[in-house]
Protein backbone atom coordinates (compact mmCIF):
# COMPACT_ATOMS: atom_id res chain seq x y z
CA UNK A 1 0.00 0.00 0.00
CA UNK A 2 1.03 3.31 -1.23
CA UNK A 3 1.96 5.82 2.51
CA UNK A 4 1.94 9.43 1.31
CA UNK A 5 1.19 12.57 2.80
CA UNK A 6 2.86 16.12 2.84
CA UNK A 7 3.65 18.50 5.51
CA UNK A 8 1.39 20.18 7.72
CA UNK A 9 0.87 22.55 9.56
CA UNK A 10 1.18 22.18 13.83
CA UNK A 11 -0.49 25.49 15.13
CA UNK A 12 -1.07 25.25 19.23
CA UNK A 13 -4.71 26.12 19.92
CA UNK A 14 -5.31 22.69 17.78
CA UNK A 15 -1.95 21.16 18.03
CA UNK A 16 -1.97 17.51 16.50
CA UNK A 17 -5.75 17.37 15.71
CA UNK A 18 -5.57 19.98 13.19
CA UNK A 19 -2.33 18.46 11.41
CA UNK A 20 -4.12 15.60 11.45
CA UNK A 21 -7.40 16.83 10.09
CA UNK A 22 -4.99 19.16 7.37
CA UNK A 23 -3.59 15.67 6.43
CA UNK A 24 -6.86 14.15 5.98
CA UNK A 25 -8.38 16.89 3.96
CA UNK A 26 -5.38 16.17 1.04
CA UNK A 27 -6.16 12.49 0.86
CA UNK A 28 -3.10 11.52 2.83
CA UNK A 29 -2.87 8.29 4.99
CA UNK A 30 1.09 9.85 6.54
CA UNK A 31 2.16 13.37 7.17
CA UNK A 32 4.97 15.67 8.79
CA UNK A 33 4.98 18.74 10.85
CA UNK A 34 7.14 20.67 12.84
CA UNK A 35 6.52 21.53 17.03
CA UNK A 36 5.66 25.23 15.96
CA UNK A 37 7.67 27.49 13.33
CA UNK A 38 10.52 25.12 11.56
CA UNK A 39 12.85 28.37 11.68
CA UNK A 40 12.66 29.18 15.62
CA UNK A 41 12.56 27.57 18.83
CA UNK A 42 9.39 28.58 20.49
CA UNK A 43 7.72 25.32 21.36
CA UNK A 44 4.19 25.67 24.03
CA UNK A 45 2.96 23.07 25.89
CA UNK A 46 1.62 19.82 24.69
CA UNK A 47 -2.06 19.21 25.93
CA UNK A 48 -2.98 15.83 26.04
CA UNK A 49 -6.22 15.90 25.86
CA UNK A 50 -5.41 17.34 22.36
CA UNK A 51 -3.27 14.63 21.72
CA UNK A 52 -5.72 11.77 22.91
CA UNK A 53 -8.40 12.97 20.67
CA UNK A 54 -5.25 13.28 17.89
CA UNK A 55 -4.81 10.09 17.81
CA UNK A 56 -8.38 8.49 18.16
CA UNK A 57 -9.14 10.61 14.63
CA UNK A 58 -6.13 8.72 13.31
CA UNK A 59 -7.13 5.43 14.47
CA UNK A 60 -10.79 6.23 12.93
CA UNK A 61 -8.96 6.65 9.61
CA UNK A 62 -6.66 3.98 9.67
CA UNK A 63 -3.83 6.35 9.79
CA UNK A 64 -0.59 3.95 11.64
CA UNK A 65 0.89 6.59 14.17
CA UNK A 66 4.65 5.25 12.94
CA UNK A 67 3.58 7.28 9.78
CA UNK A 68 3.49 10.59 12.11
CA UNK A 69 6.99 12.19 11.25
CA UNK A 70 8.07 15.41 13.04
CA UNK A 71 10.69 17.60 12.08
CA UNK A 72 13.17 19.22 14.06
CA UNK A 73 13.66 23.06 12.95
CA UNK A 74 16.55 23.64 10.48
CA UNK A 75 18.42 26.37 13.11
CA UNK A 76 19.30 23.22 15.61
CA UNK A 77 22.98 23.10 14.38
CA UNK A 78 24.66 20.36 15.69
CA UNK A 79 27.84 20.29 13.97
CA UNK A 80 28.80 23.91 15.35
CA UNK A 81 30.88 24.27 18.15
CA UNK A 82 32.63 27.51 18.32
CA UNK A 83 30.34 29.20 20.70
CA UNK A 84 29.79 26.56 23.24
CA UNK A 85 26.29 28.07 24.50
CA UNK A 86 24.78 28.18 21.44
CA UNK A 87 26.14 24.30 21.10
CA UNK A 88 24.67 23.13 23.83
CA UNK A 89 21.66 25.29 22.99
CA UNK A 90 21.44 23.15 19.84
CA UNK A 91 21.82 20.03 21.97
CA UNK A 92 18.95 20.95 24.78
CA UNK A 93 16.55 21.71 22.28
CA UNK A 94 16.87 18.74 19.96
CA UNK A 95 16.42 17.13 23.73
CA UNK A 96 13.46 18.85 24.37
CA UNK A 97 11.86 17.87 20.62
CA UNK A 98 12.60 14.45 21.03
CA UNK A 99 10.95 14.86 24.68
CA UNK A 100 8.11 16.75 22.81
CA UNK A 101 7.52 13.55 20.14
CA UNK A 102 7.50 11.24 22.99
CA UNK A 103 4.74 12.56 24.65
CA UNK A 104 2.69 12.80 21.66
CA UNK A 105 3.91 9.23 20.68
CA UNK A 106 5.59 10.01 17.68
CA UNK A 107 8.65 8.09 16.71
CA UNK A 108 10.28 9.36 13.88
CA UNK A 109 12.09 12.62 13.62
CA UNK A 110 13.74 14.39 10.64
CA UNK A 111 16.91 16.27 10.80
CA UNK A 112 18.78 18.31 9.15
CA UNK A 113 22.56 17.08 10.27
CA UNK A 114 24.22 20.64 10.61
CA UNK A 115 26.40 23.03 8.72
CA UNK A 116 30.16 22.88 8.95
CA UNK A 117 30.17 26.42 8.80
CA UNK A 118 34.31 28.02 9.77
CA UNK A 119 34.92 24.50 10.68
CA UNK A 120 36.47 21.69 9.46
CA UNK A 121 33.83 19.33 7.97
CA UNK A 122 35.63 16.07 9.60
CA UNK A 123 35.35 17.94 13.00
CA UNK A 124 32.17 19.38 12.83
CA UNK A 125 30.79 15.64 11.68
CA UNK A 126 31.98 14.43 14.87
CA UNK A 127 30.29 17.30 16.69
CA UNK A 128 27.10 15.81 15.47
CA UNK A 129 28.15 12.55 16.31
CA UNK A 130 29.00 13.82 20.00
CA UNK A 131 25.91 15.65 19.74
CA UNK A 132 23.19 12.60 19.01
CA UNK A 133 25.15 10.10 21.45
CA UNK A 134 25.11 13.08 24.43
CA UNK A 135 21.07 13.52 23.72
CA UNK A 136 19.75 9.89 22.84
CA UNK A 137 18.79 8.10 25.57
CA UNK A 138 18.78 4.44 26.16
CA UNK A 139 14.83 4.08 26.67
CA UNK A 140 13.95 6.77 23.93
CA UNK A 141 11.74 4.85 21.34
CA UNK A 142 12.62 7.14 18.72
CA UNK A 143 14.68 7.85 15.43
CA UNK A 144 16.10 10.43 14.25
CA UNK A 145 16.09 10.48 10.98
CA UNK A 146 19.33 12.43 9.13
CA UNK A 147 17.97 14.14 6.14
CA UNK A 148 20.09 13.62 2.87
CA UNK A 149 21.16 17.44 1.75
CA UNK A 150 21.84 19.17 -1.28
CA UNK A 151 25.30 21.23 -0.53
CA UNK A 152 24.18 24.65 -0.02
CA UNK A 153 26.28 26.22 1.89
CA UNK A 154 28.57 24.10 4.15
CA UNK A 155 26.45 21.47 4.96
CA UNK A 156 27.03 18.16 6.09
CA UNK A 157 25.36 15.00 5.03
CA UNK A 158 25.31 15.78 1.59
CA UNK A 159 26.53 11.88 0.40
CA UNK A 160 26.51 8.25 1.46
CA UNK A 161 30.43 8.77 2.87
CA UNK A 162 29.32 11.21 5.43
CA UNK A 163 26.24 9.90 6.56
CA UNK A 164 27.54 6.54 6.92
CA UNK A 165 30.21 8.53 8.79
CA UNK A 166 27.79 9.81 11.78
CA UNK A 167 25.82 6.99 11.73
CA UNK A 168 28.61 4.37 12.29
CA UNK A 169 28.98 6.03 15.52
CA UNK A 170 26.07 6.64 16.71
CA UNK A 171 25.86 4.07 20.61
CA UNK A 172 22.13 3.29 19.85
CA UNK A 173 21.68 1.71 16.51
CA UNK A 174 18.14 1.31 16.83
CA UNK A 175 17.52 5.33 17.07
CA UNK A 176 19.29 6.26 13.92
CA UNK A 177 18.30 6.40 10.68
CA UNK A 178 17.70 8.61 7.64
CA UNK A 179 15.51 10.36 5.65
CA UNK A 180 16.08 10.62 1.50
CA UNK A 181 14.66 14.09 0.06
CA UNK A 182 14.97 13.54 -3.91
CA UNK A 183 15.33 17.40 -4.36
CA UNK A 184 18.41 17.14 -2.02
CA UNK A 185 19.17 14.18 -3.59
CA UNK A 186 19.16 15.75 -7.08
CA UNK A 187 20.96 19.22 -6.56
CA UNK A 188 23.82 17.33 -4.56
CA UNK A 189 24.77 15.14 -8.10
CA UNK A 190 22.63 12.03 -7.66
CA UNK A 191 20.67 11.18 -11.10
CA UNK A 192 17.68 10.25 -10.08
CA UNK A 193 16.71 8.27 -12.56
CA UNK A 194 19.45 5.76 -11.68
CA UNK A 195 18.03 5.73 -8.53
CA UNK A 196 18.20 1.91 -8.28
CA UNK A 197 22.02 1.89 -8.49
CA UNK A 198 21.95 4.78 -5.75
CA UNK A 199 19.85 2.08 -3.08
CA UNK A 200 22.05 -0.49 -4.13
CA UNK A 201 25.11 1.96 -3.07
CA UNK A 202 23.26 2.50 0.45
CA UNK A 203 22.22 -0.52 1.00
CA UNK A 204 25.95 -2.01 0.78
CA UNK A 205 26.96 1.00 3.04
CA UNK A 206 24.39 2.05 5.24
CA UNK A 207 22.03 0.00 4.84
CA UNK A 208 17.79 0.38 3.23
CA UNK A 209 16.55 -0.77 6.76
CA UNK A 210 17.61 3.04 7.60
CA UNK A 211 15.46 4.67 5.41
CA UNK A 212 12.48 6.08 8.05
CA UNK A 213 10.86 8.29 5.36
CA UNK A 214 11.20 9.83 1.58
CA UNK A 215 10.88 13.68 1.00
CA UNK A 216 9.46 13.43 -2.43
CA UNK A 217 9.70 16.89 -4.05
CA UNK A 218 11.12 18.07 -7.76
CA UNK A 219 13.89 20.29 -7.82
CA UNK A 220 13.87 23.91 -9.58
CA UNK A 221 17.74 23.60 -10.18
CA UNK A 222 19.76 21.03 -12.15
CA UNK A 223 21.68 17.90 -10.71
CA UNK A 224 24.42 19.07 -8.79
CA UNK A 225 23.34 22.77 -8.34
CA UNK A 226 23.57 22.68 -5.13
CA UNK A 227 20.65 24.58 -3.99
CA UNK A 228 17.86 23.12 -2.59
CA UNK A 229 15.06 24.85 -3.87
CA UNK A 230 11.79 22.41 -4.45
CA UNK A 231 9.08 22.26 -7.03
CA UNK A 232 5.69 20.65 -7.65
CA UNK A 233 5.52 17.18 -8.81
CA UNK A 234 5.77 16.73 -12.13
CA UNK A 235 7.22 20.88 -12.79
CA UNK A 236 11.07 20.25 -11.87
CA UNK A 237 14.02 19.25 -13.54
CA UNK A 238 13.74 15.75 -12.25
CA UNK A 239 10.50 15.14 -13.92
CA UNK A 240 6.87 13.00 -13.18
CA UNK A 241 8.60 9.53 -14.45
CA UNK A 242 11.59 9.37 -11.89
CA UNK A 243 9.88 10.48 -9.36
CA UNK A 244 6.98 7.62 -9.49
CA UNK A 245 10.02 5.54 -9.75
CA UNK A 246 10.62 6.39 -6.58
CA UNK A 247 7.88 6.95 -4.82
CA UNK A 248 6.88 3.11 -6.29
CA UNK A 249 10.04 1.70 -5.73
CA UNK A 250 9.09 -1.97 -4.32
CA UNK A 251 12.13 -1.95 -1.52
CA UNK A 252 10.58 1.20 -0.38
CA UNK A 253 7.11 0.31 -0.04
CA UNK A 254 6.76 0.36 3.73
CA UNK A 255 8.35 3.72 3.34
CA UNK A 256 6.43 7.07 3.93
CA UNK A 257 6.50 9.26 1.27
CA UNK A 258 6.09 12.87 2.21
CA UNK A 259 5.97 16.08 0.17
CA UNK A 260 7.17 19.52 0.97
CA UNK A 261 6.20 20.82 -2.69
CA UNK A 262 5.80 24.37 -2.83
CA UNK A 263 2.21 26.55 -2.16
CA UNK A 264 0.64 27.42 -5.85
CA UNK A 265 0.97 31.69 -5.41
CA UNK A 266 1.83 31.25 -1.97
CA UNK A 267 -1.58 30.77 -0.67
CA UNK A 268 -2.64 27.38 -2.09
CA UNK A 269 -1.72 23.81 -0.62
CA UNK A 270 -0.92 21.48 -3.36
CA UNK A 271 -1.32 18.10 -1.98
CA UNK A 272 -4.66 16.65 -2.40
CA UNK A 273 -3.84 17.32 -6.40
CA UNK A 274 -0.56 16.34 -6.14
CA UNK A 275 -1.61 13.16 -4.36
CA UNK A 276 -4.16 12.52 -6.76
CA UNK A 277 -2.03 12.76 -9.24
CA UNK A 278 0.32 10.26 -7.94
CA UNK A 279 -1.79 8.10 -6.84
CA UNK A 280 -3.30 7.97 -11.02
CA UNK A 281 0.24 7.99 -11.59
CA UNK A 282 -0.39 10.14 -14.54
CA UNK A 283 1.32 13.95 -14.97
CA UNK A 284 -1.31 16.21 -14.90
CA UNK A 285 -0.50 19.21 -16.64
CA UNK A 286 -3.09 20.98 -15.30
CA UNK A 287 -2.01 20.85 -11.65
CA UNK A 288 -1.88 24.90 -11.26
CA UNK A 289 -5.14 25.38 -12.83
CA UNK A 290 -7.01 22.79 -10.64
CA UNK A 291 -5.43 23.83 -7.32
CA UNK A 292 -6.79 27.36 -8.24
CA UNK A 293 -10.03 26.07 -9.03
CA UNK A 294 -10.64 23.76 -5.78
CA UNK A 295 -9.69 26.91 -3.74
CA UNK A 296 -12.08 29.14 -5.30
CA UNK A 297 -14.93 26.67 -5.71
FE1 LIG B 1 14.21 18.96 5.78
FE1 LIG C 1 13.24 17.60 2.92
ZN1 LIG D 1 14.95 21.13 0.98
Known sequence: MLIIGSHVSYKNDTQLIGSVKEALSYGANAFMFYTGAPQNTMRGVIDDLKTYEALNILKDNN??????????????NLANDQDNEKFLFAQDFLRKEIDRCITLGV??????????????RDYAIKNIIRSLNNILLAEDNI??????????GTELGINIKELKEIISNIAYQDKIGVCIDTCHLN???IEIGEFDAYLDEFDKEIGINKIGCIHV???????????????????GTIGFDKLMSVIYNPRLESVPKILETPYVNK???????EIEMIKNKSFNSHLYEDILAYYHK
Do not use: W
Open 143 to 152: VILLETMAGK
Open 107 to 120: KYIVLHPGSATKLD
Open 267 to 273: DYAPYKQ
Open 187 to 189: DSG
Open 63 to 76: IALEHVICHAPYIV
Open 217 to 235: NDSKNPINSHKDRHENIGF
